[in-house]
């Protein structure tokens, strides 16, 4: 990808996450570490159900498979740092984020393709921004680690914008912020759920 | 994994290659090739989806997603192959092999769980098989990648069997008897369509 885009990834998330959501996290970072986990899976499906939607679309498909393979590389490293620390696999219920964005993004092409990369880099940018929050606040070894996949997820943010931009040269900014404003409530309003991507505890 | 394996990807495989496949896949490459692309983004989709549906194996995560990583890679490298030899992009009409391996499959657990991970070897052997079959046929480059991809091949089958051994140590065996004789049918009756793990062609 060319390092044309000069958007980062504070300045295309509508809201900032609340100070009630990085304390709740910081309290229960074992719940998060499982949410964590399954969170990387997703990142590498949502990747590889871009290539099977769009075969003919070759520089996509190279460029998000080698997204998935980063993606699965985290997930092992997540599954090494619960082996680690100690934090045995527990099924969890699904946060509403994920449904939430899908709820706005269109379904028919070529406005579906173009959703589902700008989605790609919202979810990315928000991961960006509280991995970024939580690296500061959280002890080695988790702390480091967390610092390390913020810096991932800032580029695969980037990948997200240039894939979209490129292919919808006039569209994406407008599109981007109605998708953004969606976001953006998801993960500031409060949310009986604690999840990487969910909005703060009540109360 | 443990060395213990001593089955052959030759040995599980309850027929060869008819020489009539291969010598319609030397002389229809090109098809091949966009649907070996195909079969590349399948096998690491295949390890995702038991990567899901098995969380609480933590293990069998690991080992399959290190084993979806490789096979994107092979996607890549197939891909690359494609643009290198001038072999564009064609939606083609899937095979019958992935179906009809399926329809064979039991659907409920536990019994659901030891036939993806048999048919996962039983897909990799036949893979090992043909890729040696294909890489003493034709020209370089192809005939090296796919001497290359022979090996990948073989060390998937030993994984998906280690897999499947461990988890139903009494079964496996039997199961994988039941589940050959139907995949030995899939790949040695006419068939319509060339495909990576189709019949040979009529006539």
Redesign the interface.
Known sequence: MSGEVMVSTESILQAATPAAWVDAAVEGWRELLVDH??CE?KA??TA?AL??AY??D?QL??AL??L??EE??H??QV?GA??ELGVP?T?QKPGRYAAGLRSAMRTSEPGRKLDLLLTGALIEARSCERFRLLAGRLQAPLGRFYARLAESEARHFELYVELARVRAAHEWEARLRVLAEREAQLATAVDGELRFHSGPPPG
Do not use: C, D, V, Y
């Open positions: 986990a399954n899976k590498a499906s590889l290539i099977f075969p003919e070759t498909g190279l498979s080698r998935a393979r699965l590389r997930f092992e599954q619960m082996t696999f099924r």
